[in-house]
Nanobody, 120 residues
């Protein structure tokens, strides 16, 4: 019933910026999150936003560089990424779940992912 579609990924030089978008449809939203998975690594938490009150949380690795926000009218969540470095290269996934959590297992619905590649 829930469909999540990510967009905005691409190739960017180190130090550059990208904005990812996640268009969501279906059900009632509670927590929207962004996760990423780099080659050879586990999927890791990036950021989350509470759909009701706009509270946010971030992984330590992206604090001060990434910003998660929402556009309620179009059920869209954004991830603004600045000062990107090659370590940010990964497939980025949008996810939705009922709990305020940084655990991937707490999220019920996932998008297909969008590739972000940061060159040196």
């Amino acid at each position: 019933q829930v469909q999540l579609v990510e967009s905005g990924g691409g190739l960017v030089q180190a130090g550059g910026s990208l904005r990812l978008s996640c268009a969501a449809s279906g059900r009632t939203f509670s927590t929207m999150g962004w996760f990423r998975q780099a080659p050879g690594k586990e999927r890791e938490f990036v950021a989350a936003i509470n759909w009701s009150d706009d509270t946010t949380r971030y992984a330590d690795s992206v604090k001060g560089r990434f910003t998660i926000s929402r556009g309620n009218a179009k059920n869209t969540v954004y991830l603004r990424m600045h000062s990107l470095n090659p370590e940010d290269t990964a497939v980025y996934y949008c996810a939705q779940g009922p709990l305020w959590s940084s655990r991937s297992q707490s999220y019920d619905y996932w998008g297909q992912g969008t590739q972000v590649t940061v060159s040196s």
